[in-house]
């Protein structure tokens, strides 16, 4: 029963360039979060989506991110013309339910940017 | 009124010694409070957590006390062994949904 799956686990893009981090969740989870964790920080979260439904993007930049999950496959967090600010760990977590379960996390993506 | 404050931020502390780590919350309506421990390059993993109607929790070495009225609630770790050393979050939770407002951590150093 494998746990929850970020890849890549590393990334580097050059400023301006487009990331793609992809996270699918653990096996009957269908309630994905998406937290950034600044050096030296606390995670801060970004977004809750369900299979095709951004329910909460309340921690999103307005502008270059975005986040899907679609019914077949990985949910995705999309970073357009990436700046030295992105570069961070993104940890994604799962739960089955949407409340009052606990949810687990990836072991990141840590994203430079140069 | 989102925010959880923790501290200290690091904390050296001897093997067999007691490992001490405070958070406190404004926001009243958090209903879950769990302390999560990551090593590096890990994810964070679930070590403990309490709710507001319970004023200590303990598992193990690990114990959770919750003091509600003066909204804070802390971390001891009894008898810290090297392999304890890590980076703690303290956690809450809102009713509605999963998500969480972490405080900023605390980096934690067992010397043998």
């Known amino acids: 029963n494998a746990g929850v799956m970020q890849n890549p686990r590393h990334l580097v893009r050059r400023r301006g360039q487009e990331a793609r981090l992809r996270c699918s969740p653990m096996k009957g989870h269908s309630h994905v979060y998406w937290y950034r964790q600044l050096p030296e920080e606390g995670l801060k979260f970004m977004v809750y989506?369900?299979?095709?439904?951004?329910?909460?993007e309340s921690g999103m930049p307005k502008e270059r991110f975005s986040a899907e999950f679609p019914k077949e496959g990985p949910s995705i967090l999309r970073i357009q013309q990436v700046v030295r600010g992105d570069s961070a760990a993104y940890f994604c977590?799962?739960?089955?339910?949407?409340?009052?379960?606990?949810?687990?996390f990836g072991q990141g993506t840590r994203l430079t940017v140069v | 009124q989102q925010q959880v404050k923790q501290s200290p931020q690091s904390l050296i502390v001897q093997k067999g010694g007691i490992s001490i780590i405070n958070c406190a919350y404004e926001n009243t309506a958090f209903d879950y409070f769990p302390w999560y421990q990551q090593f590096p390059g890990k994810g964070p993993a679930l070590l403990i957590a309490i709710r507001p109607d319970v004023s200590e929790k303990k598992e193990g070495r690990f114990t959770i006390s919750f003091n509600k009225s003066a909204k804070q609630f802390s971390l001891h770790i009894m008898d810290s062994q090297p392999g304890d050393s890590a980076t703690y979050f303290c956690?809450?939770?809102?009713?509605?949904?999963?998500?969480?407002?972490f405080g900023g951590g605390t980096r934690l150093m067992v010397k043998p």
């Open positions: 977590a799962s739960s089955p339910r949407p409340r009052n379960t606990e949810a687990f």
């Open positions: 989506l369900q299979k095709e439904n951004i329910i909460d």
């Open positions: 956690a809450a939770r809102l009713g509605a949904g999963n998500m969480l407002t």
